[in-house]
């Protein structure tokens, strides 16, 4: 194990290290570092991390949505409004809808287990937008209407939205009926996240009022109570719906609104953490990936998953129409609004594991959804921030499309 973190840390580092050189995100250089010491082809990470892949990958997970909500101001996310609650199910239902009718015909799959690919397909990955859109933040560039905020608000809630309907759609492939009930669940999950996760914040600020302690104290118990979150909603699973991981982002913008020194504060030391978590999730993510499944993959895969961005950006429009952005800067929501990695990495393999017949197809697109996707929004949000977007000209009170 620690002859392969070792790996892990130094040749990710080293090829994020090339990459941002060339200009171009270092985080693929850590996905590709993954492809090249997992399974696929060198199989030098040890068995003992893989089998704990999943739990890792959560962590940093953890870690990148408790900095994003430390970086929300509840006010601030309040006056967004009907865009970021549009941005959370318009552009995923557009692409789920449209590889539900092109995967019959294109990869000669059920419609069912096109619904079920479209879900795959859908989320877009936290781990890739979260990053970019607090960098954006810190530098001022699109603060005047809050439009880093508008996209991290909508890909959160999107994740949940797409994670329920693929639940669902698996459960009628393997012979239980559709239940409406599942549909409900997505905003009674919203609304009881946000609500634990702004009770515990408010709680955590009073405790840290009247007890001091070092600020690296509080971050540890911070982090412990967003594991908590987590577990909760494993353990509550089928009972209750809840999403521990929009509860760590609402607790984290619930410290910065009644506490705001300390979620400055404790933001810098967040980011520190952040260093480990980004090389840990990124080179798991590329061990994730199955290279022998891209081997089957032709032309129509491709097909489905451009027609289907193309679509999303359509969502992205109709999400942004009538508010006060203007041409360039719905350009640059569509574009952050395209990566995927982290949740097809997660869910990915699950139809096959299920025993789907289709399982192996599924797994194929949510690998080339990744290799595609991942340094197309990437780059693309990299590349274009500066152009599409303007510096804010007062970072203390920003504005927001209505």
Known sequence: MLLSLALIIII????????????IPGLLGMIFTGIILGPSFFNLISSDILDISPQLRQIALIVILTRAGLSIDLADLKKVGRPAILMCFIPATLEIATVTVLAPTLLNVSY????????????VSP???????????????GMDKSIPQLIMAGASVDDIYVIVLFTSFLKMAQGSSFSFTSLVNVPVSIVSSLALGTLAGYALVRVFKTIHTRDTVKVLV???????????????????PLSGLLAVMAMGAAILKFYEPLAKRIMGKFSKIWVSGEIILFVLVGAAVNIEYLFHAGFNY??????????????????????????????????????????????????????????????????LAI???????????????????QPSQSRSRPKTPQ
């Open 12 to 23: 990710g580092f080293g090829m994020s290290g090339i990459l941002n050189r060339l200009k």
């Open 112 to 123: 069912l287990d096109g619904a079920i690919m479209g879900c795959v397909v859908a989320a």
């Open 127 to 141: 781990a890739v937008i979260v990053p970019r859109m607090i960098m954006l933040m810190e530098k001022g560039y």
């Open 222 to 240: 911070i982090l412990s109570f967003a594991f908590i979150f987590v577990s909760l909603e494993e353990a509550l699973k089928g009972t209750f």
């Open 302 to 367: 491709l097909a489905v998953i451009l027609i289907a961005l193309s679509f999303r950006i359509l969502g992205v429009l109709i999400s942004l129409a009538k508010t006060k952005l203007n041409f360039q800067e719905r350009l640059f929501c569509c574009i952050g609004y395209l990566p995927k990695a982290t949740v097809q990495a997660a869910i990915g393999a699950v139809p096959l594991a299920a025993g789907l017949e289709s399982g192996g197809i599924i797994l194929t697109i949510a690998v």
């Open 371 to 389: 290799i595609v996707t991942a340094p197309l929004g990437a780059i693309g949000v990299d590349l274009t921030y500066k152009r599409l977007l």
